[in-house]
């Protein structure tokens, strides 16, 4: 039996009830209108407006770059997109760790601007008082444990995490505080995929959703940046990426086409002509 969505629309407790019947949630990343359209009306369940564009959308080497601003403005598209999911906003670097009034404020806005639905945030236990102030004022929160890439400076790099006994441990501690204080979902990257169900079993009591990228496939749901699993994403390919397509291909060779069309002036023909 599937998970009846009201109105059509994805909610934090469309989420929360496929937990319960143990229905897998469906997320992917967008960061504008044309593929965000696509991509909801292919039925996931989750559009989230990852930081990772500051990687995909603007280049960067890494997360830490993207604003509040630019987030916003990026969001709009993919919720005038969204006539099913719900949809999710990643905060960015150093909109939240400065002090739980600071992040709150960037909250609303990013909210009240964009029209999204929900809030992502990278941490545990340092960043609870955080979370719960923006719980306590009616914003559903998602949490994201595992490797946080906007710690990449602190980590040196995006390798596997948790891999110790001890990182484990307080990984598992932090998913229960975040399920405990009332987040709808947990973002699990790149930690083994034992430690991934241990964690999803722990939150399950909270009906909690954990989603994992790079954590097996015992979590209650997948995440995968949409630009890499289209293949779209220049040769980026580890371990955890399953290429769905390879649109890169696509892309390059219809470009091919157009340009030898224009070169030997067989494009536009007649009929495409006023
Ligand atoms: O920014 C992002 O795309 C993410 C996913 C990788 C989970 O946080």
Known sequence: MSVHVQNNKVTTQTIRQKVEAGEKVTVLTAYDFTLARLVDEAGIDILLVGDSASNIVCGNQDTLPITVDEMIFLTKGVVRAAQHAMVLIDMPFGSYQISKEEALRNAVRMLKESGCDAVKLEGGEEILPTVKHMLQAGIPVCAHLGLTPQSVNQFGGYSLRAKEEAEAEKLLNDAVLMAKAGCFAIVLEKIPAALAQR????????????????????????????????????????????????????????????????????????????
Do not use: W
Not at 201 to 226: D, F, M, R
């Open 199 to 274: 964690v999803t079993k722990a939150v399950e009591p909270y009906h909690c959703a954990t989603i994992g990228i790079g954590a097996g496939n015992q979590t209650s749901g997948q995440v995968l940046v949409l630009h890499d699993m289209l293949g779209l994403n220049g040769g980026f390919k580890p371990k955890f990426l399953r290429y769905f397509a390879n649109l890169a291909e696509v892309v390059k060779g219809a470009v091919q086409n157009y340009a030898q069309a224009v070169k030997d002036s067989s494009f536009p023909n007649k009929n495409e002509q006023y």
